[in-house]
């Protein structure tokens, strides 16, 4: 199983102030839930059409985040342009990023909990189609629910054109389901989690159910047994973001669970970078994801193996340069 955690301003806990940026926490833990995984996604009880109200906590958070949302912009970050100018990509830098942030975990378990200590990993990436389902929590409004899962649907239909994998969103059953979830309904994900994922460790239970307020939104992938190919993903989105955070997690926690495992300083133009400079996928990392799912490359290589095929690669994609 492999976890990918966003945070940008630092929160409670943290020892620092709530007005002052801090780096990103962002990675993917790997970690097995047994041959006896389920296929298929048991389908969750139909979304209510009532709407429940938002607890007092839950509007807090919100406030708390949109307050994050406007000190990012107001220092120049959170960037839609996805093309920039003034960060030219060339081919060496190309394959540096890939190898970081695909061979590259940034979490590694010890006892029961995850740490954030970068480590050689192998190529991980899903070797059937990926099928999106999308559950909303109860006190999400009926409009911001039609708003995300328009959101989903066409970024999903992009991370398929990028990486000319299957990925769809599909009405319910998905193999990998996005939860977007105020702060309550993600306490009491628990059941669900263990519904989708049998025999899904408690750490990552916890992870989900006690998310700190510095992590922003969070992707676990799992895989059978100690197979390199993903067979399922929950991705979990706070619905207390303001659009600008939302819709940048969903860019960031979707292309991860994908299978770019880490975040690299270095990388840019990119969201898989701990400065959140851009907030939304760029052609930096449309390219990323059409090298990771190359039929040259297959899953459990490690670097070794995979760099002279990523040098071949990233060479075609910029033109030889």
């Given at each position: 199983?492999q976890?990918?955690?966003r945070?940008?301003?630092?929160?409670?806990?943290?020892?620092v102030?709530?007005?002052?940026?801090?780096?990103?926490?962002?990675?993917?833990?790997?970690?097995?839930?047994g041959?006896g995984?389920?296929?298929?996604?048991?389908?969750?009880?139909?979304?209510?059409?009532?709407?429940?109200?938002?607890s007092?906590?839950?509007?807090?958070?919100?406030a708390?985040?949109?307050?994050i949302?406007?000190?990012?912009?107001?220092?120049?970050?959170?960037?839609?342009?996805?093309?920039?100018?003034?960060?030219?990509?060339?081919?060496?830098?190309?394959?540096?990023?890939?190898?970081?942030?695909?061979?590259?975990?940034?979490?590694?378990?010890?006892?029961?909990?995850?740490?954030?200590?970068p480590?050689p990993s192998r190529?991980?990436?899903?070797?059937?189609?990926?099928?999106?389902?999308?559950?909303?929590?109860?006190?999400?409004p009926?409009e911001?629910?039609?708003q995300?899962?328009?959101?989903?649907?066409?970024?999903?239909?992009?991370?398929?054109?990028?990486?000319?994998?299957?990925v769809?969103?599909?009405?319910?059953?998905?193999?990998?389901?996005v939860?977007?979830v105020?702060?309550?309904?993600?306490?009491?994900?628990?059941?669900?989690?263990?519904?989708l994922?049998?025999?899904i460790?408690?750490?990552?239970?916890?992870?989900?159910?006690?998310?700190?307020?510095?992590?922003?939104c969070?992707?676990?992938?799992?895989?059978?047994?100690?197979?390199?190919?993903?067979?399922?993903?929950?991705?979990?989105?706070?619905?207390e973001?303001?659009?600008?955070?939302?819709?940048?997690?969903?860019?960031?926690?979707?292309?991860?669970?994908?299978?770019?495992?880490?975040?690299y300083?270095?990388?840019?133009?990119?969201?898989?970078?701990?400065?959140?400079?851009f907030?939304?996928?760029?052609?930096?990392?449309?390219?990323?994801?059409?090298?990771l799912?190359?039929?040259?490359?297959?899953?459990?290589?490690?670097?070794?193996?995979?760099?002279?095929?990523?040098?071949?690669?990233?060479?075609?994609?910029?033109?030889?340069?």
């Amino acid at each position: 199983m492999q976890q990918r955690a966003r945070g940008r301003i630092s929160a409670l806990g943290r020892g620092v102030s709530t007005a002052a940026l801090c780096l990103a926490l962002a990675g993917c833990i790997e970690a097995p839930f047994g041959q006896g995984g389920m296929r298929q996604s048991p389908r969750p009880a139909p979304a209510p059409d009532v709407v429940t109200p938002q607890s007092p906590e839950s509007l807090a958070v919100a406030a708390y985040y949109q307050q994050i949302e406007d000190t990012l912009k107001g220092r120049g970050l959170l960037r839609t342009d996805v093309a920039p100018r003034d960060a030219p990509i060339t081919t060496h830098q190309l394959i540096d990023d890939f190898i970081h942030i695909a061979l590259y975990d940034e979490y590694s378990s010890f006892g029961g909990t995850y740490i954030a200590r970068p480590t050689p990993s192998r190529l991980r990436r899903w070797q059937v189609p990926v099928r999106m389902s999308v559950e909303f929590g109860a006190s999400v409004p009926l409009e911001q629910r039609s708003q995300d899962h328009a959101v989903i649907s066409a970024y999903a239909g992009q991370l398929a054109s990028a990486s000319r994998h299957p990925v769809q969103v599909v009405p319910a059953g998905g193999n990998f389901t996005v939860f977007v979830v105020n702060e309550d309904e993600r306490r009491d994900l628990g059941p669900r989690l263990q519904q989708l994922v049998p025999g899904i460790d408690p750490g990552s239970v916890d992870a989900i159910t006690n998310l700190a307020p510095s992590t922003f939104c969070v992707v676990f992938a799992f895989s059978e047994g100690a197979a390199p190919a993903y067979s399922r993903a929950v991705a979990v989105i706070r619905a207390e973001h303001p659009p600008t955070l939302r819709r940048s997690c969903v860019h960031e926690e979707l292309a991860q669970g994908l299978g770019l495992a880490n975040d690299y300083p270095h990388a840019r133009p990119s969201i898989f970078n701990d400065d959140e400079e851009f907030a939304l996928l760029t052609r930096h990392d449309e390219l990323l994801l059409r090298m990771l799912y190359d039929p040259r490359l297959r899953p459990g290589m490690a670097e070794a193996e995979a760099r002279p095929i990523v040098t071949t690669i990233a060479r075609e994609l910029m033109g030889g340069s």
